[in-house]
């Protein structure tokens, strides 16, 4: 693992742990090096923070799109449940949930606006597929759509 790799994944652990009040001095001691090495691999400690957010946004990113793209073919129904299903089960390992609960609990400031302007992009995407999936159905089966008319 390269030390730009260690860097990462030790500031996931400890973000998850102590959220942005986390120090640079932290991630260097966990990783064994100097604070200072740290800015030959990241601009400042919301650079290191947002690669880091950013890295797991893409990871669930394709996850869900690639969850998506599984449930293609099923009805909307069983969509909705396996992707809510798919979702409840990606939060569940606690670490993840953890470092997700410190993300919607950044101090407000440019990070804080970077990390949700990358989770609307995400949101919005999903949100719209499964509201395209919606709008199928409801033209294959406008009765049985009525009762899901939350689009």
Not at 31 to 56: P, T
Not at 98 to 105: A, I, M, N
Request: hydrophobic share 35%; with cysteine.
């Amino acid at each position: 693992m390269s030390k730009r790799d260690d860097l990462l994944h030790h500031t996931y652990e400890l973000f998850s742990k102590y959220g942005d009040s986390l120090s640079l001095s932290t991630i260097a001691e966990a990783v064994s090096i100097k604070k200072a090495s740290i800015y030959a691999h990241f601009d400042s400690k919301e650079d290191l923070l947002f690669q880091v957010i950013n890295e797991q946004m893409q990871h669930y990113s394709q996850a869900t799109e690639k969850q998506l793209e599984k449930l293609e073919r099923e009805s909307l129904e069983v969509t909705l449940k396996r992707f809510y299903q798919f979702n409840l089960l990606y939060f569940h390992e606690p670490t993840r949930l953890l470092f997700w609960k410190r993300c919607l609990l950044l101090s407000e400031g440019p990070l804080k606006e970077r990390v949700e302007e990358a989770h609307r992009r995400v949101h919005d995407r999903n949100m719209k597929c499964l509201a395209n999936r919606y709008h199928k159905a409801s033209r294959s089966h406008p009765q049985s759509s009525e009762s899901l008319s939350i689009f």
